[in-house]
């Protein structure tokens, strides 16, 4: 199987956090599966991606869950915040 895949940035590029809220939700689960493997490559050691959507666990990433969050918006509905913490 032939798909695109990110260079890995250089560590002094790579970044401590990223925030994707309202973004992978658009996207089926090879896309997200894709986006978190590629996210990985961007993200330092130790750094952390925040998103209001679960990610699958497929593929190389070295992204691991790390903790969901729920957050009450008011009455009977909420949201919710995962975030994946960059293994080295």
């Given at each position: 199987?032939?798909?695109?895949?990110?260079?890995?940035?250089?560590?002094?590029?790579?970044?401590?956090?990223?925030?994707?809220?309202?973004?992978?939700?658009?996207?089926?689960?090879?896309?997200?599966?894709?986006?978190?493997?590629?996210?990985?490559?961007?993200?330092?050691?130790g750094?952390?991606?925040?998103?209001?959507?679960?990610?699958?666990?497929?593929?190389?990433?070295?992204?691991?869950?790390?903790?969901?969050?729920?957050?009450?918006?008011?009455?009977?509905?909420?949201?919710?915040?995962?975030?994946?913490?960059?293994?080295?």
């Amino acid at each position: 199987m032939l798909f695109c895949r990110f260079q890995p940035l250089t560590e002094e590029k790579q970044f401590d956090l990223a925030i994707g809220t309202n973004v992978f939700l658009y996207y089926d689960h090879f896309q997200q599966a894709l986006a978190r493997v590629n996210l990985s490559a961007m993200i330092k050691s130790g750094g952390l991606l925040v998103s209001n959507t679960p990610l699958p666990p497929r593929g190389e990433s070295k992204l691991a869950d790390s903790a969901r969050t729920d957050i009450p918006i008011r009455l009977g509905l909420s949201d919710h915040v995962y975030s994946y913490l960059r293994r080295p």
